[in-house]
Protein backbone atom coordinates (compact mmCIF):
# COMPACT_ATOMS: atom_id res chain seq x y z
CA UNK A 1 0.00 0.00 0.00
CA UNK A 2 3.25 2.30 0.95
CA UNK A 3 4.38 1.61 -2.68
CA UNK A 4 0.86 2.50 -3.95
CA UNK A 5 1.29 6.04 -2.75
CA UNK A 6 -1.35 5.18 0.43
CA UNK A 7 -0.92 7.24 3.30
CA UNK A 8 -0.67 3.97 5.88
CA UNK A 9 -0.54 4.38 9.72
CA UNK A 10 0.55 1.63 12.36
CA UNK A 11 -1.78 0.41 15.83
CA UNK A 12 1.18 -0.41 18.48
CA UNK A 13 2.23 0.67 21.27
CA UNK A 14 5.90 -0.73 21.08
CA UNK A 15 8.58 1.40 19.62
CA UNK A 16 10.19 -1.65 18.09
CA UNK A 17 7.18 -1.94 16.28
CA UNK A 18 7.17 1.89 15.21
CA UNK A 19 10.49 2.35 14.04
CA UNK A 20 10.67 -1.06 11.79
CA UNK A 21 7.12 0.27 10.26
CA UNK A 22 8.41 4.07 9.77
CA UNK A 23 11.18 2.67 8.15
CA UNK A 24 8.95 0.91 5.82
CA UNK A 25 6.82 4.17 4.91
CA UNK A 26 4.29 4.66 7.34
CA UNK A 27 3.36 7.80 7.91
CA UNK A 28 1.08 7.95 10.55
CA UNK A 29 1.93 6.07 14.56
CA UNK A 30 -1.42 5.38 16.60
CA UNK A 31 -0.53 4.61 20.01
CA UNK A 32 -3.33 3.60 22.69
CA UNK A 33 -1.02 4.50 25.48
CA UNK A 34 0.24 7.46 24.93
CA UNK A 35 3.92 6.36 25.14
CA UNK A 36 2.93 5.12 28.70
CA UNK A 37 3.32 0.91 27.56
CA UNK A 38 7.19 1.77 26.25
CA UNK A 39 9.15 4.40 26.96
CA UNK A 40 11.37 4.41 24.17
CA UNK A 41 8.26 5.28 22.33
CA UNK A 42 8.97 9.50 22.09
CA UNK A 43 12.29 8.74 20.74
CA UNK A 44 11.07 6.21 18.15
CA UNK A 45 9.19 9.01 15.92
CA UNK A 46 11.19 10.73 13.67
CA UNK A 47 10.00 14.68 12.21
CA UNK A 48 7.47 13.75 9.08
CA UNK A 49 5.49 11.19 11.30
CA UNK A 50 2.65 11.93 12.91
CA UNK A 51 1.80 10.61 16.29
CA UNK A 52 -1.60 10.27 17.76
CA UNK A 53 -0.92 9.95 21.46
CA UNK A 54 -4.07 7.76 23.36
CA UNK A 55 -5.36 7.98 27.01
CA UNK A 56 -5.18 5.16 29.07
CA UNK A 57 -4.18 4.81 32.55
CA UNK A 58 -2.09 2.08 33.51
CA UNK A 59 1.47 0.54 31.87
CA UNK A 60 -0.03 -2.40 30.22
CA UNK A 61 -3.07 -3.33 29.26
CA UNK A 62 -4.21 -5.83 31.96
CA UNK A 63 -3.58 -2.60 34.21
CA UNK A 64 -5.83 -0.32 31.86
CA UNK A 65 -9.04 -3.06 32.10
CA UNK A 66 -8.51 -3.40 35.95
CA UNK A 67 -8.52 0.53 36.36
CA UNK A 68 -11.55 1.13 33.97
CA UNK A 69 -14.36 1.11 37.22
CA UNK A 70 -12.42 3.79 38.66
CA UNK A 71 -14.48 7.25 37.32
CA UNK A 72 -12.95 9.52 34.94
CA UNK A 73 -14.39 13.44 33.47
CA UNK A 74 -13.00 14.64 30.24
CA UNK A 75 -11.30 17.27 32.29
CA UNK A 76 -8.91 14.75 33.47
CA UNK A 77 -8.37 12.84 30.61
CA UNK A 78 -6.84 16.29 28.81
CA UNK A 79 -5.00 17.36 31.47
CA UNK A 80 -3.40 13.89 31.57
CA UNK A 81 -2.75 13.86 27.75
CA UNK A 82 -0.73 17.25 27.70
CA UNK A 83 1.32 16.01 30.44
CA UNK A 84 2.06 12.82 28.00
CA UNK A 85 2.61 15.05 25.20
CA UNK A 86 5.20 17.30 27.24
CA UNK A 87 7.34 14.13 27.57
CA UNK A 88 7.86 13.90 23.57
CA UNK A 89 10.44 15.49 21.61
CA UNK A 90 8.94 18.97 20.43
CA UNK A 91 8.89 17.91 17.00
CA UNK A 92 6.07 14.85 18.07
CA UNK A 93 4.38 17.41 20.05
CA UNK A 94 4.32 19.85 16.96
CA UNK A 95 2.46 17.70 14.69
CA UNK A 96 0.57 15.14 16.96
CA UNK A 97 -3.16 14.02 17.61
CA UNK A 98 -5.28 13.28 20.87
CA UNK A 99 -7.52 10.44 21.26
CA UNK A 100 -9.20 10.27 24.23
CA UNK A 101 -9.41 6.55 24.13
CA UNK A 102 -12.83 5.40 24.08
CA UNK A 103 -13.82 2.25 26.25
CA UNK A 104 -10.12 2.08 27.37
CA UNK A 105 -10.46 1.97 30.97
CA UNK A 106 -13.92 3.60 30.76
CA UNK A 107 -15.57 0.42 29.96
CA UNK A 108 -19.18 0.18 29.04
CA UNK A 109 -20.25 3.38 30.81
CA UNK A 110 -22.20 5.03 28.50
CA UNK A 111 -21.56 8.35 29.97
CA UNK A 112 -18.39 8.68 30.89
CA UNK A 113 -17.89 7.91 26.94
CA UNK A 114 -20.63 10.52 25.38
CA UNK A 115 -18.89 13.51 27.75
CA UNK A 116 -15.75 12.49 25.65
CA UNK A 117 -17.10 12.55 22.57
CA UNK A 118 -19.58 15.98 23.35
CA UNK A 119 -16.10 17.32 24.94
CA UNK A 120 -13.93 16.58 21.69
CA UNK A 121 -13.28 20.18 21.23
CA UNK A 122 -12.88 21.25 24.71
CA UNK A 123 -10.05 18.77 24.68
CA UNK A 124 -8.50 19.59 21.51
CA UNK A 125 -8.48 23.38 23.29
CA UNK A 126 -6.86 22.17 26.15
CA UNK A 127 -4.23 20.21 24.73
CA UNK A 128 -3.46 21.96 21.35
CA UNK A 129 -3.57 19.23 19.63
CA UNK A 130 -6.52 17.75 17.36
CA UNK A 131 -8.62 15.20 18.11
CA UNK A 132 -9.16 11.76 17.19
CA UNK A 133 -12.09 9.43 18.24
CA UNK A 134 -12.79 5.37 17.41
CA UNK A 135 -16.29 4.94 18.79
CA UNK A 136 -16.98 1.96 16.65
CA UNK A 137 -18.81 -1.10 17.92
CA UNK A 138 -17.44 -0.30 21.42
CA UNK A 139 -19.43 -1.46 24.56
CA UNK A 140 -20.40 1.72 25.50
CA UNK A 141 -22.24 1.92 22.75
CA UNK A 142 -24.69 -1.12 23.96
CA UNK A 143 -24.96 0.82 27.27
CA UNK A 144 -26.13 3.98 25.43
CA UNK A 145 -28.90 2.04 23.65
CA UNK A 146 -29.85 0.78 26.90
CA UNK A 147 -28.71 -2.87 26.13
CA UNK A 148 -27.01 -4.87 28.78
CA UNK A 149 -23.61 -5.42 28.59
CA UNK A 150 -23.60 -8.97 29.54
CA UNK A 151 -25.57 -9.89 27.02
CA UNK A 152 -24.78 -8.20 23.74
CA UNK A 153 -28.45 -8.69 21.49
CA UNK A 154 -27.29 -6.12 18.79
CA UNK A 155 -25.85 -7.57 16.16
CA UNK A 156 -23.20 -5.66 13.60
CA UNK A 157 -25.60 -3.42 11.69
CA UNK A 158 -27.36 -1.94 15.12
CA UNK A 159 -23.74 -1.49 16.30
CA UNK A 160 -22.88 0.56 13.15
CA UNK A 161 -25.80 2.84 13.25
CA UNK A 162 -25.03 3.49 16.76
CA UNK A 163 -21.24 4.23 15.41
CA UNK A 164 -22.43 6.73 13.25
CA UNK A 165 -24.29 8.28 15.73
CA UNK A 166 -21.69 8.52 18.07
CA UNK A 167 -19.35 9.70 15.10
CA UNK A 168 -22.11 12.78 14.47
CA UNK A 169 -21.55 13.54 18.18
CA UNK A 170 -17.76 13.89 18.35
CA UNK A 171 -17.56 15.51 15.21
CA UNK A 172 -20.21 18.00 16.03
CA UNK A 173 -18.37 18.58 19.11
CA UNK A 174 -14.25 19.23 17.50
CA UNK A 175 -13.39 16.04 16.83
CA UNK A 176 -11.22 16.32 13.07
CA UNK A 177 -11.19 12.09 12.60
CA UNK A 178 -12.82 9.13 13.38
CA UNK A 179 -12.27 6.00 13.07
CA UNK A 180 -14.61 3.50 12.57
CA UNK A 181 -15.21 -0.36 10.82
CA UNK A 182 -18.23 0.87 8.05
CA UNK A 183 -16.39 3.43 6.33
CA UNK A 184 -19.25 3.99 3.93
CA UNK A 185 -22.17 4.28 6.40
CA UNK A 186 -20.38 6.82 7.98
CA UNK A 187 -19.37 8.57 4.91
CA UNK A 188 -22.51 8.77 3.55
CA UNK A 189 -24.14 10.39 7.05
CA UNK A 190 -21.12 13.15 7.15
CA UNK A 191 -21.61 13.76 3.69
CA UNK A 192 -25.28 14.98 4.66
CA UNK A 193 -24.42 16.33 8.21
CA UNK A 194 -21.43 18.70 6.27
CA UNK A 195 -24.03 19.64 3.50
CA UNK A 196 -26.92 20.56 5.99
Request: aromatic letters at 6%; one cysteine or more; a neutral charge.
Amino acid sequence: MVAAGANVSIDTTKAEVARAAVAAGVRWVNDISGGLFDPEMAAAIPEGITYIAGHVRGRSIREVFVDENRPVTWQEVAAELADRLAGFPAHVRATAWVDPGLGFGKGADALTNMELLRHAGDLARIVGRPVMVGPSRKRFLRRWLGRDDDKPGLDEAELDRATVAACVEGVSAGAKMVRVHNVALLHTTLTAYNNR
